[in-house]
């Protein structure tokens, strides 16, 4: 979104420009603005970046009446291009370094559908994008320390995640945009985890479900519980302010399944209906004091310095479709998730046990 301050004048004869301080918005309006001129003044063609068509692996908000330049990830899976949006921001620098392609969201819109074809301006070469391992579903800490670990062991083969819940993941599977899936969804029937919820949604898709961690989940709050917080059952009292995970979230239905058995109204919880994406951003708004408390993983409360009141140990799976359980690079992934120096960092990151990390589940 190059609508920042932007100058363009003249001294003594010399071009002069005033661009945004903030790295993101820096790049982008000299890229914009300052790079043509000096290309006409030297009488010399633009260089314009290859154009590919591609599929968002999630729906995309962006704001009305403004021309957005979102930096995205690119993968190939089958068939799609899919480009998984980077963090936003104008001081987001890593978002520049890490995107593949661009994609220009016309002013006009508020965004783009998760089925909706869109235009990238390559940033990288196709060749680099094909080395792209494509994650969708549920957010978890350790899909960060997984790319780190194939990046550092395999320095061409890279891995993007795009957070939009369990039940996001399965639909992302069932549409072809993804080469696996996190997925945490309990069966409150019979407390089992995912296979339930895999046959019901993806009935003709042959898939593996291979266990990543087994995690803490719990109640996030600031440290030294100034509000005195025992339990889920704490969550209806007037004087506590909650930060949910968006629906169809396995946290979501973790939560609407404890909600049930203690018979509590969902509306009388005190911001129920404000929602958040990952872990990290429950804790995060909690450390910032606008809310009470989240539920959420031990990981991101203990990366933060915050108190933590367990409710269950919970299982945590990547769905890994047939046709690309096979391949190179999944096959990549699974030796790495094997690797005890994988399990290791993840030990460290406090809440989580690698006792069955890897193992096949049966379907």
């Known amino acids: 979104m190059p609508g920042k301050p932007v100058i363009i004048g003249k001294v003594k004869g010399k071009p002069v420009f005033g661009i945004p301080g903030y790295p993101v918005s820096a790049i982008i309006s000299f890229e914009q603005f300052v790079y043509p001129l000096i290309c006409r003044m030297l009488e010399q063609p633009e260089k314009e970046r290859e154009k590919i068509q591609v599929a968002p692996t999630k729906k995309i908000a962006s704001k009305l009446g403004v ?32 995107a593949d392609g661009i994609i220009r969201i016309p002013n006009h819109v508020e965004g783009l559908k998760d089925h909706e074809q869109a235009v990238a301006e390559l940033l990288r070469p196709l060749s680099a994008i094909k080395n792209t391992i494509v994650v969708v579903g549920s957010h978890d800490n350790t899909l960060d320390v997984l790319a780190d670990q194939i990046k550092a ?19 992302a599977i ?13 069966d409150t029937e019979d407390g089992s985890y995912n296979i339930s ?45 909650f930060i949910n995970r968006q ?73 890994i479709p047939q046709e690309h359980f096979e391949s190179e690079n999944i096959q990549i992934l699974l030796e790495t998730i094997n690797d005890e120096e994988f399990k290791k960092r993840v030990s460290g990151l406090g ?13």
């Not at 069932?174 to 309990?186: P, Q």
């Not at 046959?199 to 803490?216: A, F, G, M, S």
């Open 67 to 98: 021309e957005e330049f979102l930096r995205v990830k690119l993968g190939v899976v089958g068939n799609k291009i899919v480009a998984t949006p980077l963090p936003r921001g104008a001081g987001c620098i890593t978002s520049i370094t890490d």
């Open 174 to 186: 069932k549409r072809g945009v993804c080469h696996l899936a996190g997925s945490h969804l309990l």
């Open 247 to 319: 629906a169809g979230s396995g946290t979501r239905i973790l939560l609407d399944f404890r909600l049930k058995q203690l018979g509590l109204n969902a509306e009388k919880i005190k911001g129920y209906e404000n929602e958040e994406f990952t872990h990290m951003s429950v804790a995060v708004a909690v450390q910032s004091g606008s809310v009470d408390v989240g539920l959420g993983i031990y990981a991101a409360a203990r990366a933060l310095g915050l108190d933590f009141i367990p409710v269950v140990t919970e299982q945590y799976d990547l769905v």
């Open 153 to 171: 062991r395999y320095s061409g083969l890279s891995l993007s995640s795009s957070h939009v819940g369990s039940m996001g993941g399965l639909m």
């Open 197 to 241: 919820y895999i046959k019901k949604y993806l009935p003709d898709r042959e898939v593996k479900l291979v266990n990543l961690v087994y995690r803490d989940q719990g109640l996030i709050v600031l440290s030294g519980n100034p509000k005195e917080i025992k339990g889920i059952e704490d969550l209806s009292r007037d004087d506590i302010i």
């Open 351 to 363: 809440g989580y046990s690698t006792a069955k990390t890897g193992k096949i589940i049966k379907i």
